[in-house]
């Protein structure tokens, strides 16, 4: 994390994550709903189910609603219509009950920069029954604040304020973690530690609802994901069905270029122009003259075997899978997105 | 409510370790030598100049005369001073002085002083911030999604506000007892002070009126502070709520606050002025017998203003805290 | 590591518990004051005399301090003096020069427009007036203009105009002589012992051709007085009449009836050397 010299790496918690498969039950529940600010429609219609145990991914670009939705999700807007449920009770009838069971930071970790860390743990524990300060031992070494957690907040740096919102979170034993872009504000060695953070806390049998802006971290940490744009959800699944959706593509490189892209031409694939795929430049990169084709997976043996046979060389040939990029610039006709 | 008293624990610790208080008690730590030295020097030139308080007191109420023989003089004005010759021909033709020179009667006249404005803005060093510094630095959001739900929060947060406003009167007296101690003794706890003149008329009615020892008058006093002084914080909670910024309410409630002073001095010709809050904090008036502002104000009147004026507070901050959506 | 988790508890048990104890005792304040005003039981204090200790009676120049009270009207205020000063400040002042004792002025309770009924019911009523008057070796008045211009015009005599009607003048004369009587009296019973001086009237009207005619009756007044304070041997009466005859634009301030700075001088040097 950025500038913490001092304190440990996140410490990943080492049980396996045995039960994630096997618990369908849905820790948080949102049905439709809708929310109009001074007479101006932010959301239009959001559906999604969070279950036990799985990291759920929230993507969308800045503006699209993201962070409204979180907040109505933990009680600080009502929504206008429809319904969320956490843990079976509506958070927005019975919030005690609701919010028992959820540990969350919205936006950036704010926390009350003339306490220290610990006076601010102990003031959240207050808030529930049932969190000694056995607890606050207990999460602050789980985020590694040992050292610094008696000094005031007002000299943290931003990582540390990090921590300690999710020492905070954590405090009640949370079945559900909200993390709003989580990731904001942190360097790439921190980003790696709380991936691997998270995914311990899943492990354990917590649900994560995590919100980002970055499709790299969505794809490197979530199970599912639901894509939002124009206060609308355009597409719930897991990252994987999602890719399936957005279609492969297959990187020949030959030994004689020309020759080989008459004959993938001839034998009617689907070639794709540089400027046209969504593929990393980072793939492609390295390669010397690829030609991209779309094509279905099961056609390269084929393939391979007729050019061998006319006297093509292969050098290579691969199989790419598509960012969620692509996926989602076709979902959001051409929303710019980070 | 077995889950209220650790709210109300938070919300205690924060404001102390936010150290509002502290800026409360710097604040009276150096205004009040200030008045007491300025005491002080009336208190050393009437010495030079009067053999004792009988002669002072003749001497004022002389002055006092001299203004009604006055055609320059508006009638307001003479009321006034005619009601003040009344009062002191009272402790005079009974032989007590009315201001002994002691630690006691200072702080008296400092508390009863400081009621329209300086207490007032003490108070308002604590509860302007209470809701507005949460939203302005964003910690409301890790406040309210606790599972407590929103009313419990701001009960913690009045009665919170309601112990500070307790500390700050009481504060207020001891510092000042200490420091103004100093120059002129800690005595007078004893000293009567006559209270129930009645000058809802043009002349002062002491029918009912009764000596009580001071120590016993500085409490009664110091309730009256702590009643106008909770109506000011309870406004002012509503205002922060309602607001969201800490100078925002801060200007808005120091507008108010002064306001009632102005038409105060000023306003006896619209009767209307008597509705307002502020034109009724000084409650200390009606134990000193001074005459209220404007005509047909009376304790009864006064409180019954300021409770209604906190009431809509009260109702209207939760109201809007309860439902508003948090944004920013 | 210890020491800090625990001052979270520590601190608000010592804050809330202060907090608590001072809310409890303002709220009993505000209950007892609001039960107090609203419904009080009246207790009455018993009216007490304070009692000043009488001066010896000696000459004023052998005593350790001279102490003034002096009671009145506009004249004794010092009205039309615009350094404020009046003849008794400046009988303060002379008398310091004069013997070098300290000379203190307990009170001046003069009023404008003050009349010898009103101060008289003043001397007899008024507990601080007493208390003052006990206090003093030397007493300084004026009084009795009033009276009598109002007996002739109902106006004060600061106000008196043109139309004088000299029998009107003449029938109030004894009513007014009376009233000088009776604080005359008060003042006597009060503190037999103390040095007292009256300021005789003096003649404003000497140069205004209509009102000359009133004159004599002025210096009448004066004399009637004398006639009354020779019983006491502590009071004289000092004269002022012949002071601004010819000298009002001198003497007189722009109201033309009271004296200006230089004739409250005149008087304070009449008042200082008829003390002993």
Known sequence: ????????????????????????????????????????????????????????????PNGSGKTTTIRMLVDLIKPTAGAIEIGGFNVHRHPEEALRHVGCIVENPEVYSYMSGWENLEHFARMQPGIGRDRIDEVVAIVGLEQRIHDKVKTYSLGMRQRLGIAQALLGRPKLLILDEPTNGLDPKGIKELREFIRSLAGQGMSLFISSHLLSEIQLMCDRVAIISHGRVRAVGTVDELVAQAGSYVVWQFDQTEAGRRLLAEEGVRLVANDEHQIEEGILAPMKEPIVAQMPAGRIQDLVEKAVRVGIGIRSVQHVAPTLEELFLRMTEGESIG | MDRLLPLVQNETLKIWRKKRFYVVVLVLIILIPIFTYAQMRISQTNAQNFKDWRNQVMNQINDYQSTLASDSVPEEWKRYRRIAVQ????????????????????????????????????????????????????????????????????????????????????????????????????????????????????????????????????????????????????????????LRGTAASIVTMMAAVITGTILGNMASSWESAKYFFSVNLDLTMYMNGSPPPIAGMSLPFSLTVLAIWAAISIVVSFLVFTKQDILN | MENKRTSSDTLWRVVGLAALLSTALLVAGFGYAVKDLVWPSPEHTPIQ????????????????????????????????????????????????????????????????????????????????????????????????????????????????????????????????????????????????????????????????????????????????????????????????????????????????????????????????????
């Open chain 2, 87 to 242: 009062q002191l021909q009272y402790y005079l033709d009974r032989d007590v002085n009315p201001s002994t020179p002691d630690a006691i009667t200072f702080t008296r006249g400092f508390m009863s002083g400081s009621v329209t404005l300086f207490y007032p803005l003490l108070v308002l060093a604590i509860a302007s911030d209470l809701v507005s510094g949460e939203r302005t630095t964003g910690t409301i959001k890790m406040l309210l999604t606790r599972p407590v739900r929103r009313w419990k929060i701001l009960l913690s947060k009045i009665l919170a506000m309601m112990l500070y406003v307790s500390l700050i009167v009481v504060t207020s007296f001891v510092l000042c007892y200490l420091i103004s101690g100093v120059f002129f003794g800690y005595e007078g706890w004893d000293a009567p002070v006559f209270t129930g003149f009645d000058v809802s008329g043009a002349q002062v009615d002491s029918t009912n009126v009764h000596a009580i020892p001071q120590w016993q008058y500085m409490i009664m006093q110091g309730g009256l502070i702590w009643f106008s002084s909770m109506t000011v914080a309870l406004l002012a909670l509503m205002v922060s709520v309602l």
């Open chain 3, 49 to 276: 005399s304070p009692q000043a200790e009488l001066p010896a009676k000696k000459p004023l120049s052998e005593s350790s301090e001279i102490r003034i009270t002096a009671i009145g009207d506009s004249l004794t205020k010092g009205f039309g003096d615009d350094e404020g000063q009046g003849y008794v400040k400046q009988v303060v002042a002379m008398l310091r020069d004069k013997w070098g004792i300290p000379v203190r002025l307990n009170n001046n309770l003069a009023v404008n427009g003050l009349r010898a009924d009103e101060l008289a019911e003043s001397l007899r009523t008024n507990k601080g007036y007493q208390y003052t008057i006990q206090q003093a070796n030397l007493v300084l008045f004026t009084i009795g203009g009033n009276d009598l211009f109002q007996s002739v015009t109902g106006e004060k005599a600061s106000e008196a105009t043109g139309q004088f009607d000299l029998e009107k003048l003449k029938a109030g004369m004894p009513e007014g002589l009376q009233r000088f009587e009776a604080v005359i009296e008060q003042i006597h019973a009060l503190n037999p012992n103390a040095h007292v001086v009256y300021v005789g009237l003096f003649n404003p009207f000497y140069e205004m051709e209509d009102l000359r005619v009133g004159s004599p009756y002025i210096q009448q007044w004066n004399q009637q007085v004398y006639d009354i304070l020779h019983r006491y041997d502590n009071m004289t009466i000092v004269p002022t009449y012949d002071l601004f005859e010819n000298a009002s634009d001198l003497y007189l301030s722009s109201d033309h009836f009271h004296p200006n700075h230089l004739g409250y001088e005149q008087i304070a040097t009449r008042v200082v050397q008829s003390l002993r």
């Open chain 1, 1 to 60: 994390m950025t500038s913490v010299t001092d304190a440990p790496p996140l410490r990943p918690l080492t049980e396996p994550a045995v039960r994630r498969d096997i618990q369908p039950e849905k820790v948080l529940s949102v049905r439709g709903i809708k929310k109009s600010i001074r007479g101006k429609m932010i959301i239009h219609d959001v559906s999604f189910d969070v279950r036990a145990g799985e990291i759920f991914g929230f993507l969308g």
